[in-house]
C-alpha cells in the first residue's frame, strides 16, 4: 500500500509512472490487516499528525474510488473495570483529544451507536476519527483508478523484482529489463533482505508477525471498529499514570499476555469480521499458527457482541516491518542517487500510507 500511495501521488502530480511488483499481486502485510485508518491510538505529535492527514487523504480518494470501500465507522473501546476506565479518562485530558475525537460514553450510549454490542462493559471509549477501508481489494480498485486517470501515464508491471541499482534513478529488474526515472522510491514493506541489505546494512527496522483470522457473516451490523482494554498497553496515545496502575494490577488474561495481544474487529463489506491480533518480535518467527491466542480474542469478541461469533472461514499470519524507533512514523533515506528507501511504518502502514507518500512527494520536489 505504501508503494501505490507514492504511484497515486506521482501521477496526481502529472508524473509517469511504473510501479513493480514481486508477486502477481501484493500478498504481503497490505492484505493481511484490519483496514483500519487508525487514529484513536497514534501517538501525539508527528504520528498523529500524520494518521490525521492520512485520514483526510483517504476519504477524498474514497471518493474518487468507491471501490475502496472508505467509510468513516469511528471505533469503541468497551471498559469493563475501574482501571481500564481510568485509562480512558486519562486519553480525555489529552491536549489531542479533540483532534481524536474522543468521548467516553456509557455502555447504553455505545450501544446506540453499535447494536451488536449487547455484551457486558461499563463504558466505552469513542474515537469518531477512526475509519476502515477494504484490504483485501484496495489495492486492486486503486490501481484501476491509476490506470483511468493517469491517461497512459501508468504502468504495473508485477511478477518483477527489483535487484540491482545500476546508476542515478536506474533500476534493474530480475527479467534483466532498466528502469529509469527522475526519481525511484523502494517501498518493500518486511522485505528486508537482498538488495535492501546490500544498500543499508544496519537497516534500523525490525520484523514483527501477528496472527489475524476473519469469520462468516455476521448477519447484522457491526457499526464501528472495536478494540478491548488490551489496546491501551499497545497504543501510544494511552500512556499515562493510569496506563501504570493497570499494568501493576496484572489484570491481563495470561495468553494475551504471553502474546502481546489485543482485541481488535472490523466488519468487512461481505458482513464478515476481521478480528486479531498478536505481536511476536523475536526472530527466527515460527511458520506456523497457534490455537490458544485464536481461542482467546474469539472469546472477547463473543463478549463484547454477546453472542457466539460466526464460523471462522480464514486464519493467517502476516509480518510487518517497524522502525526500531518507534517514535518515526518511516524510515525515508536516500540509499544512492535518485534512490529512496520508504519503509518501517510498522503496524501505521495501513492508516498513514497516503500521508507518508504526500510527505515523500513533498520533500523530493514533486
Known sequence: MVGTM???QAVERGHEVVQIEREAEARGASLRNFGQVWVSGRAGGEELDTALRARELWERIGAEVPGLGFRANGSLTPVRTPRERAVAEAALTRPDAAARGYALVTAAEARRINPALRGDFEAA?????????????AQLRLREA????????????????VREVVGPGAVRDDHGDVHRGDAVVLATGAWLS??????????PVRRVRLQMMQTAPLGERLTTSVA????FRYYPAYASPALDELNAAQEQAPTAA??????????REDGGLTIGDTHEYEHPFAFDTLEDPYEHVAAVAESFLGRPLPQIRRRWAGVY???????????????????????????RGMTCSPAIAETTANELGW
Request: proline fraction near 5%; glycine fraction near 8%.
Open 125 to 137: 471509549l469513542w474515537c469518531e476519527r477512526d475509519a476502515a477501508v477494504e484490504p483485501r481489494t
Open 6 to 8: 507514492h504511484a497515486w
Open 146 to 161: 491509476l490506470r483511468a486517470k493517469a491517461d497512459g501515464r501508468y504502468t504495473f508491471l508485477p511478477g518483477r523484482e
Open 194 to 203: 537482498g538488495l535492501v541489505r546490500e544498500l543499508v546494512p544496519e537497516l
Open 228 to 231: 478491548d482494554a488490551d489496546s
Open 321 to 347: 516491518a517497524q522502525c526500531t524507533d518507534t517514535s518515526r512514523v518511516v524510515h525515508r533515506q536516500q540509499v544512492a542517487d535518485g534512490v529512496w528507501l520508504v519503509t518501517g511504518p510498522g503496524g
Open 258 to 267: 504471553a502474546h502481546k495481544m489485543q482485541l481488535l474487529m472490523v466488519q
